[in-house]
């Protein structure tokens, strides 16, 4: 194996988020239970700003690691591949419910996955085009749409309850 097959092998381990996309048991969503764990983390822990530069950056860096993959493997929306699920699932608690109890954090982080999973499963309204994307655009843009159908369906949903979302404290 040369170098430059290593190195896709490396990225291409990055892009399954190894071993969570090699899961017997549905790896898209296991991935998305990451990115709701390690999402929630860092937006309980960095301001929301920051927080938008890394999840900008992070779906950037995702997209090249799909290309990677698909370099390296030559498939079609390779079911391995999650780190376009956890770039979805970061995108869809930005909806969640800014509290200081913990209950409402987790129900709405609870809210956020099942909506989530709900767009990127089911593929309603135009996500099924994004998924038809050439390489690893397509990879990458169906989970995207998702993710902002999660994030404006669960925003509808708590503000209608008078609740504080993450994303209003970008105007506060």
């Not at 998305?32 to 992070?58: E, M, R």
């Not at 498939?75 to 770039?87: F, G, H, L, M």
């Not at 419910?97 to 135009?126: A, E, M, N």
Request: hydrophobic share 50%.
């Amino acid at each position: 194996m040369s170098i430059n097959q290593k190195f896709l092998l490396y990225l291409s381990r990055l892009a399954e988020a190894y071993p969570i996309g090699h899961s017997k048991y549905a790896p898209g969503t296991m991935g998305s239970l990451i990115g709701v764990l390690v999402g929630c983390f860092l937006i309980l822990n960095l301001d929301i700003q920051f927080y938008l530069i890394f999840l900008i950056i992070f779906i950037i860096i995702s997209y090249f690691l799909c290309e990677a993959h698909l370099k390296l493997y030559n498939i079609n929306d390779p079911k391995e591949v999650v780190i376009d699920e956890i770039s979805g699932q970061f995108i869809a608690i930005l909806g969640c419910v800014q509290s200081d109890k913990s209950i409402y954090i987790f129900l709405s982080l609870l809210l956020s996955f099942i909506l989530f999973r709900f767009f990127d499963i089911t593929k309603v309204g135009p996500i099924k085009k994004f998924e038809n994307l050439p390489n690893g655009i397509g990879i990458m843009a169906d989970d995207i749409v998702a993710g902002l159908f999660a994030l404006v369906t669960q925003a509808a949903i708590l503000t209608s309850l008078n609740q504080n979302i993450y994303i209003k404290t970008l105007w506060n």
